[in-house]
């Protein structure tokens, strides 16, 4: 069974950082995509980033590039989201996802993943 706990929202101030977690158990994860989305009130869930678990080769949508960085601890089996110059409009609920991705599957579909944590809340005031 696999379970995915996220950590690490909060609340902060425009400019601030903050850095998620995600513990993932109940695999080995040497063959899958990690993802991380977002959901604010009123919207659809969002891709934010993803990383494969063997190459560490990671992906952004355009929105976090040069502020979020993804990464992985494979000892900890753990993902992390580290959120830097955070902005109001990052406000979101933040989910963490896992799912067997080919190399040629669109990882910024949501649909695509098979497992997803509970969420964690990150508010950003102005």
């Known amino acids: 069974q696999v379970q995915l706990v996220e950590s690490g929202g909060g609340l902060v101030q425009a400019g601030g950082s903050l850095r998620l977690s995600c513990a993932a158990s109940g695999q080995r994860f040497s063959s899958y995509t990690m993802g991380w989305f977002r959901q604010a009130p009123g919207k659809e869930r969002e891709f934010v980033a993803r990383?494969?678990?063997?190459?560490?080769?990671?992906s952004y949508t355009d929105s976090v590039k040069g502020r979020f960085t993804i990464s992985r601890d494979s000892a900890k089996n753990t993902v992390y989201l580290q959120m830097n110059s955070l902005k109001p409009e990052d406000t979101a609920v933040y989910y963490c996802?896992?799912?067997?991705?080919?190399?040629?599957?669109?990882?910024?579909?949501?649909?695509?993943?098979?497992?997803w944590g509970q969420g964690t809340q990150v508010t950003v005031s102005s």
């Open positions: 990383i494969r678990w063997t190459s560490a080769r990671t």
């Open positions: 996802a896992a799912g067997r991705l080919s190399e040629l599957a669109p990882t910024w579909d949501r649909y695509r993943y098979d497992y």
